[in-house]
């Protein structure tokens, strides 16, 4: 009996911990505008990765194209809001890196935190912009549904909200008109 009891607790331990790890999926679309300071490269990109809540492998490829010359290096920087600056977290792809990179790198903790709220970005930069041409903050799918579900509840809501209705009067009825008395 002590055996089956055993084997059940840790068959259920591994169904507990495989249930438990999942993965995440996450992007940014990189632009001039985006950089901090702005830029005015025409340059865009695109970043798509995965993330594995049990292993912290960060899986991505990052795409890049218009930018005023090659590429000296791309990383991911973090944590800081979209107006905020911050330090490389890691390096994507060799020195010069060339479009699209791929590859893996395993997060700490407290990086894992920065990205599960929106606190790291990726950026590519080149000679012309040494500091960064192009940048895009890393959102989850669940950031980018929650905020395209946010925006259309209030374009609903202002299109369609009905003027406030007027005040009820306090002021007591008139009198009806007495009808005319029949001769």
Do not use: C, W
Not at 22 to 44: C, D, F, M, Q, W
Request: no cysteine; aromatic share 4%.
């Amino acid at each position: 009996m002590f055996r089956r009891v055993l084997l059940a607790t840790a068959v259920s331990a591994m169904f507990v911990t495989a249930a438990s790890a999942a993965t995440v999926h996450y992007s940014a679309r990189l632009n001039g505008r985006s950089e901090v300071p702005k830029t005015t490269s025409k340059g865009t990109g695109t970043f798509d990765a995965t993330f594995d809540t049990q292993t912290k492998a960060f899986n991505y490829t990052l795409t890049f194209d218009g930018l005023t010359g090659p590429a000296t290096a791309a990383h991911i920087h973090g944590p800081a809001t979209r107006k905020e600056s911050a330090g490389v977290v890691a390096p994507l792809g060799d020195k010069n890196p060339t479009s699209p990179v791929s590859g893996s790198v395993t997060l700490t903790d407290d990086q894992a935190k920065a990205l599960a709220s929106s606190k790291l970005y990726v950026n590519v930069h080149t000679a012309a912009n040494p500091s960064g041409e192009i940048r895009g903050q890393i959102v989850g799918s669940h950031a980018r549904k929650a905020r395209a579900k946010a925006k259309a509840a209030a374009a609903a809501s202002s299109t369609t909200a009905a003027p406030a209705a007027a005040p009820a009067s306090t002021a007591p009825a008139a009198p009806a008109a007495a009808a005319p008395a029949a001769k």
